[in-house]
């Protein structure tokens, strides 16, 4: 599906494509390929590279074509993680802006409807390379909250009770950190090659460049901070864990002791020989108390150590 998009104090969508409009692409289909390679003449190669669900961030230039690959934060409908991030391609020349991206995400959508709310005027195609990195630190950092309740959520279970799930979750939460990590830094490193590519241009707006340096540095110093917390959280309920298993193995140890006890003076006279107090008339109830006091005496001595 394709939008067309003209920037009229916030874009606003046209019926028909034009020059130097931004032609929007999600989740393209035949039509929209055929449209982007036969009357835009976009490299087929650069939308194959964009396809590919691996892609790091980076630029590629063919003829008079920029290519400009970013990662962009998305939910995520898998088992494995809540929040993934998946690439978009920004193919630039002269006259045209295409930004494609196979997957269907919040990002642009609000993109557009926070231009029109705040009437933004994007100049040039730069200038919207540049607002969408922006844009895409906000839904870092916004996902990023979100981790962090989730986090808290896990530890308060987790203090009622250590169950497998509530860890399970915490490792996907710390895989989603991974990838939001890694894709930060390569739309950070973005940042330099746009810089030095269009430095000799009237496209470079310094005031605009600083604040998308300043907002990924914040979801990136974001994303190590709860990276860093969760890493510690998921190591102390590891210990916790380990300490549990150690106090239930004493416990066992303590009454295996104590059991072991009268079960060892029953059997001296189970054996076939001649044993000492058999014959006496309550010696049936003195063996009785002997381990009964031997099995006290042992329970005493664990409590006193704090097996129990």
Known sequence: MRKYLYSENGFTEKAEWQPN???????????????????LKVPESFLEDIADVDERPRTETEDNWLLTILR??????????????????????????VSVCYHHTE???????????????????LDLILRIIYSSAVWFLK?????????????????????????????????????????????????????????????????????????????????????DILTGTMDAFA??????????????TSISIILMVPTLIASFYGMNVPIYGENMPHGFAIIVMISITLSALSFFIFRKIKWF
């Open 107 to 125: 990002l642009i959508p609000d993109f557009i409807q926070h231009t029109r709310r705040k009437n933004i005027v994007v100049n040039n195609k």
């Open 143 to 227: 996902y990023l909250k979100q981790i962090n309740n989730d986090v808290a959520t896990a530890e308060k279970e987790l203090e009622k009770s250590i169950r497998n799930e509530d860890l399970l979750q915490l490792m996907k939460l710390q895989k989603t950190l991974v990838y939001f990590n890694t894709s930060i830094r390569g739309n950070e490193v973005m940042i330099g090659r746009l810089k030095n590519i269009f430095q000799d241009t009237n496209y470079l707006d310094l005031e605009l460049l600083e604040d998308v340096v300043i907002e990924l540095k914040q979801a990136y110093n974001t994303v190590n901070i709860y990276s």
């Open 21 to 39: 409009c931004w032609v929007n692409v999600e989740c393209p289909d035949n039509d929209d390929f055929k449209f982007l390679t036969e009357e």
């Open 72 to 97: 962009i934060p998305m939910q995520s409908n898998q088992r494995g993680v809540p929040f993934i991030t998946v690439p978009i391609g920004i193919i630039t020349n002269d006259g045209i802006i």
């Open 239 to 252: 210990s916790i864990i380990s300490n549990n298993v150690n106090t239930i193995m004493k416990r066992m």
